[in-house]
Structures are given as C-alpha cells and as structure tokens.
T-cell receptor
Framework: DVKVTQSSRYLVKRTGEKVFLECVQD?????MFWYRQDPGLGLRLIYF???????EKGDIPEGYSVSREKKERFSLILESASTNQTSMYLC?????????????FGSGTRLTVV | AQSVTQPDIHITVSEGASLELRCNYS??????LFWYVQSPGQGLQLLLK??????LVQGIKGFEAEFKRSQSSFNLRKPSVHWSDAAEYFC??????????FGTGTRLQVFP
C-alpha cells in the first residue's frame, strides 16, 4: 500500500523557533506538495516540487521554505515560527504532471506555536 | 483562475437518509475533478475522480458524483448515509498543471 508519512502528528513549538516538518513518500512520485488547513479556509498550497532540488511557491509561501534533496523526502521549514502559523499541515504526493490519480496525503501534522 | 466553491459549510442528516454535497467550480476548459474525505485527525482520502467520459462516476464507500458542465457542478451523492460517513468532505479541481485547488470543505454530521 502506498504511503506518505509525516514524521510528527503533533508538535508544540515556541515563537521564534526554527521548525522542520518532514514528509516521506515510498511511491517514487515526482511531485510533492505542502498544504496548510485551517477551519473555514480549506486547504491552501504553501510550496510544491516537481523534481529533486526543485521547488515552486504556492499561494501562501510567506514565512515558509522547503527542501527537496532526495526524491522521496520533502521538508517544510518555518524559519521563525509565529502564532499565526498554528495550523494543520498536510503533505501530499502525486505522479505525472497531469493529475491522473489524485494526490496521496499524509495524516497531517498539527502544529501549535505558543 | 481555477476556483472551487462548496456552498454548504455544515450539513446534518439522519442515518439512512440520502445525501448530496454541492460543489461548483470555475475553469475555462474541461477540468479534472475530485472528491476527498477527511475523518477527524486524519489526512485526506480520495473518494472519486472525474477526467472524461461518463459524467456519473462511482467511488468508494458507496459514493457517486455527477459532472454537469452546463452548471459547472460536481455534486457528491450517497443514497443512504451511515454514521461512519460523518467527516469533512472536500471538492477539488485541477487543470493542465498538477496542482489541486480545494474548496473550503463541508462538514457532515450524521444523527442516529
């Protein structure tokens, strides 16, 4: 069964900390995505990557960066965490440039910044 | 620009009743359309998808959806809801790129 694994289900961090959210997929997918989910706002795309070492900004990249050194791993970095980054973060992966099969999602990381 | 509207934030139905969740999209060409379900504390699971062909698509867990180009809609239906269907449902659209644009979701509550 294909899998997208997010390393933490729950995280609590302090304001100003540098935070790493890790995502690993075992499907050899080219494309990986980071979304944040907030009540009433649905899922909003932060960053995505179509290939190793490649990244593109999504709709809300401010305050975030990403790293994709290996095909299977896509990391989201909060350079200096702030309380407005408290949210559920979802990682997803897919194959092909055109979405034929939809995304496979991880279980999410609920981040609280205090 | 692509967009998705789910006009119902919260729907409540009785177990055994029929269900229809609404989804309207905005896209210039034929879109790729998806419905996902999210159980509490979980990631999203694909219910069904539409790319082309038959406008009535069947998915998992007894769900189906109908693509209506004239109405720019892709409504999700189920003839008889089970208590385990209580979750949040997201409609999504994709065009020529591989990015999915999601609606804001509809939370389904099921009463016994």
């Amino acid at each position: 069964d294909v899998k997208v694994t997010q390393s933490s289900r729950y995280l609590v961090k302090r304001t100003g900390e540098k935070v790493f959210l890790e995502c690993v997929q075992d499907m050899d997918h080219e494309n990986m995505f980071w979304y944040r989910q907030d009540p009433g706002l649905g899922l909003r795309l932060i960053y995505f990557s179509y290939d190793v070492k490649m990244k593109e900004k999504g709709d809300i990249p401010e305050g975030y960066s990403v790293s994709r050194e290996k095909k299977e791993r896509f990391s989201l970095i909060l350079e200096s965490a702030s309380t407005n980054q408290t949210s559920m973060y979802l990682c997803a992966s897919s194959t092909d440039r055109v979405t034929n099969y939809g995304y496979t999602f991880g279980s999410g990381t609920r981040l609280t910044v205090v | 620009a692509q967009s998705v509207t789910q006009p119902d934030i919260h729907i409540t139905v009785s177990e055994g009743a029929s269900l229809e969740l609404r989804c309207n999209y905005s896209y210039g060409a034929t879109p790729y359309l998806f419905w996902y379900v999210q159980s509490p504390g979980q990631g999203l699971q694909l219910l069904l998808k539409y790319f082309s062909g038959d406008t009535l698509v069947q998915g998992i867990k007894g769900f189906e959806a109908e693509f209506k180009r004239s109405q720019s809609s892709f409504n999700l239906r189920k003839p008889s809801v089970h208590w385990s269907d209580a979750a949040e449902y997201f409609c999504a659209v994709s065009g020529s790129t591989d990015k999915l644009i999601f609606g804001t979701g509809t939370r389904l509550q099921v009463f016994p």
